[in-house]
């Protein structure tokens, strides 16, 4: 892990943060006896470390911010027994050495800020993925960008997936083959930051029972991001060609937020045109974005 941080910076950072931590809880919120007054507020070492299951000795060396080292397991026990919420638990392992361990199912819940901003970019189609591409959030302008995505079970929306399962998004993608590649080569980038998320090998499971995903894998190809414009099909409006920015959001949790802009004149027309649909009722429910 390169944070510009060093070792021993790393170290001294999780020791003061497990001492904070530990200094605002009461033993009655671990269901621990008070026992007698206490002179400092917050628990003890010694209790931490029983909460924990670790030695007290090392948990006082790992506090001290002494070269220790703390596995994955440790880690989230003691982040069991201090209560750490997510956000917590992201830094806790950010700061042990496991960035991606804090990725789980269940942490990709969208910021109400971030809703506000997709209402606020309104008719412009967003989304936001989570680290495996599962679409977390978006409004009704990307549900009917190609064909109306509130038809595929939830579970099912995957926009790399989508690329190889969905007839639809390959007929809706004028240069579809460019597209899918770049698809597999911005998840393999992704791949190489967040594998330890336990649900990759389900992913790349059903991925590698599509026709032409282990080819485009095994080549190796990894992108971040990819530029210049991608025209769509659209089977309400036509093909509309857009310029896509992406954009991270909730940097611990992976979610990226991704804005499809109109890219000229005719564009942003047949952009309208879909959004007056939407409004009017003819299309989907109004201007809802889904998380």
């Known amino acids: 892990m390169d944070d510009g941080r060093t070792d021993d910076q790393r170290s001294t950072e999780l020791g003061r943060f497990l001492r904070s931590r530990r200094d605002r809880l009461t033993p009655a919120e671990v269901d621990l006896p008070g026992g007698p007054r206490r002179r400092v507020p917050g628990l003890r070492r010694e209790e931490v470390a029983v909460l924990a299951n670790v030695g007290t000795t090392w948990y006082t060396w790992l506090e001290q911010g002494r070269d220790v080292h703390a596995s994955e397991q440790v880690l989230g026990s003691l982040a069991d027994a201090l209560l750490l919420n997510a956000d917590e638990r992201a830094h806790l392992f950010q700061l042990g050495g496991y960035p991606d361990r804090a990725l789980t199912p269940g942490l990709n819940e969208v910021d109400e800020r971030v809703h506000t901003l997709i209402d606020n970019l309104w008719p412009t189609p967003v989304v936001v993925t989570d680290n495996l591409t599962y679409a977390v959030a978006w409004n009704q302008t990307w549900r009917f960008m190609i064909d109306d995505t509130d038809r595929l079970p939830r579970e099912s929306l995957n926009c790399t997936l989508l690329t190889f399962t969905e007839p639809g998004w390959r007929e809706g993608y004028r240069e579809f083959e460019r597209h899918r590649a770049v698809s597999v080569a911005k998840l393999r980038a992704s791949y190489s930051e967040t594998m330890n998320d336990p649900r990759w090998p389900a992913l790349l499971d059903r991925l590698h029972g599509c026709d032409g995903f282990t080819e485009l894998w095994e080549s190796g190809d990894v992108l971040r991001e990819a530029t210049g414009t991608k025209t769509i099909r659209s089977v309400h409006v036509g ?53």
């Open 239 to 291: 093909e509309v060609t857009y310029r896509a920015l992406s954009l991270v959001v909730q940097e611990h949790r992976r979610l990226k937020l991704t804005v499809f802009q109109p890219a000229d004149d005719d564009a942003r027309r047949k952009l309208g045109e879909l959004g007056s649909l939407i409004t009017t009722g003819r299309l989907g429910g109004g201007l809802r974005v889904v998380s």
